[in-house]
Every structure is written in structure tokens, then in C-alpha cells.
């Protein structure tokens, strides 16, 4: 219908006095099949996540996470652990065909051809059917990744050293220490400070220094026999240097 000059209509714009409601469409026919997006499928998965979410905040508030001390770069006998779910990778880097020499098999090699077989798996199983038992490659590796993870999750549970990783994060008291002084770099030169800190706090190789309680010929006996993990015969410097570091040692307290 052409009306003035150039103007032209097409269709019909009208708003229908009934309006259809925004209904989901019904799905009844194809039972287990598909469901609509709104509001059951985004139901499901807020439920889902909320269970897990409140699961987390239970453990938080049941097991807090431990307060450590403040990292020491120059302690050597620092044992690490990364979190709970790094541990599988953290255990296969012990293993000798991962590890050392070969550590880029296993920090990048093995880790990415897993990833990669992920992001194939919609181009290498793409059949219809998704039950399980249906789908022999797509379950047999998720069952392989899911039994590798668990396995090399507790190797490295049981492997590690508790005791001494809940003793080298301890919080301990430090004395303040005057590096510019003779006897610390005594202390320094002689290697002490790559088991006991550039703070003498001590950490995972050796104990704290401070606070002892131990006497200068205590001392002494412990630098030339040494005792418990520590070996004898650590100390290379003079008697005159172990007499002043031993003198040093013992006069420390905690502030």
C-alpha cells in the first residue's frame, strides 16, 4: 500500500489485542532427552553449586588454614608443597623419567598432551549417544585421567614429611640480629646460615638458635659432634671463631 510521496508499507505492525505467555516449550516427548534452559537446566547447576560451595565454607570454618611464618629465600632445607590440587603433578615430578634432566616431560609434556586430549574430545567422540557405557573412548579415558589423578594424589599424601613441613612453617620467636658484627659473619662464612636462617629461626634442616638455653661449651660440643640430623665436624672455622660464635649463641633471646 503506497501512501504519499517514496512512503511505502510493508506487513503488519499491529500489537495482537492476545498475547501469547512466555511459556517454555514442553518437552514431555523426548523424556531424558533435552529440558529447557530456563529455569530448570540453570536450577540444577545453582543447586549443584551451592551444595559444594556450602561443603567449602564448612571446611574453612571447621580446618582454617595454618598461619606460617614469613618465607626465608636463603633457607635450603625448605621443603614445598603446593596445593591440594597441584599434588598429582607434584608427585609425577619425582619420579625419574619426569624429574631432573627430563623435568620438562613432566611439567610440560605429559600435563600438555592431557589437556590437549581434553580440548579434542568433542572432535574425536562425536556420537549421539550419551550414556556412558555407549561411549567406550570417552569413558575409558576419563575413568584412565580420573585413576591416574587419584593415584599420584596419594603417592604424594603418603610420601611427604608432615612432621617436618608443620615444623619448618612454624612460627617461632626471632631475636633482632645485627648482621654488621663479627660474630654473624662468622656465623655466615662457616655455612650455618643454609640450615638456621639468615634470622637464626631455624627452619626444615636445623632448629631455631635462639632461645636455646644451651651454654658456650654446650655449644661447642654440639658444632664438633654434632647431633640429632645435624653430622659432626660442620663447623670449618678456627677454635678462636667457634669460641666467639659459641659466645654469641648462647647470649641470644627471643624479643
Known amino acids: 500500500m503506497h501512501r504519499g510521496k ?18 517454555p516449550k ?22 549443584v553449586g ?15 588454614s595454618p598461619l ?3 618465607a626465608d629465600p636463603t633457607d635450603t632445607g625448605y621443603i614445598p608443597l603446593p596445593d591440594w590440587y597441584f599434588l598429582f603433578l607434584y608427585q609425577l615430578l619425582k619420579y625419574t623419567y619426569a624429574s631432573g634432566p627430563y623435568n620438562v616431560i613432566g611439567a610440560f609434556i605429559i600435563p600438555g598432551l592431557a589437556f590437549g586430549g581434553l580440548l579434542l574430545a568433542p572432535f574425536i567422540d562425536r556420537g549421539p549417544e550419551r550414556r556412558p557405557m555407549k561411549r567406550p573412548f570417552a569413558t575409558g579415558f576419563m575413568l584412565l585421567a580420573l585413576a591416574a ?30 648482621q654488621t658484627t663479627e660474630e654473624y659473619k662468622i656465623y655466615q662464612e662457616n655455612g650455618c646460615i643454609n640450615c638456621h636462617g639468615d634470622t637464626l629461626a631455624g627452619g626444615a634442616a636445623g632448629p631455631t638458635l635462639v632461645g636455646t638455653g644451651l651454654k658456650p661449651d654446650e655449644i661447642k660440643k654440639i658444632a ?32
Request: net charge negative; with cysteine.
Open 68 to 70: 606460617e611464618r614469613v
Open 26 to 47: 514442553d518437552y514431555s516427548e523426548y523424556p531424558g532427552k533435552t529440558e529447557a534452559f530456563w529455569p530448570n537446566f540453570l536450577l540444577k547447576e545453582w543447586l
Open 224 to 255: 664438633k659432634e654434632g647431633r640429632g640430623a645435624m653430622p659432626p665436624d660442620q663447623f670449618k672455622g678456627s677454635d678462636e671463631e667457634l669460641d666467639k660464635l659459641a659466645e654469641y649463641l648462647s647470649t641470644l633471646e627471643a624479643k
Open 50 to 64: 551451592a551444595v559444594f560451595l556450602i561443603g567449602y565454607l564448612c571446611l574453612t570454618v571447621a580446618h582454617p
Open 149 to 178: 589423578t587419584v593415584f599420584l594424589t596419594w603417592e604424594s599424601v603418603v610420601n611427604h614429611d608432615w612432621e617436618a613441613a608443620k615444623a619448618q612453617g612454624k612460627i617461632v620467636a626471632e631475636a633482632e640480629i645485627d
Open 6 to 23: 517514496g512512503m511505502k508499507f510493508v506487513g503488519d505492525s499491529r500489537v495482537p489485542a492476545e498475547r501469547m505467555p512466555n511459556i
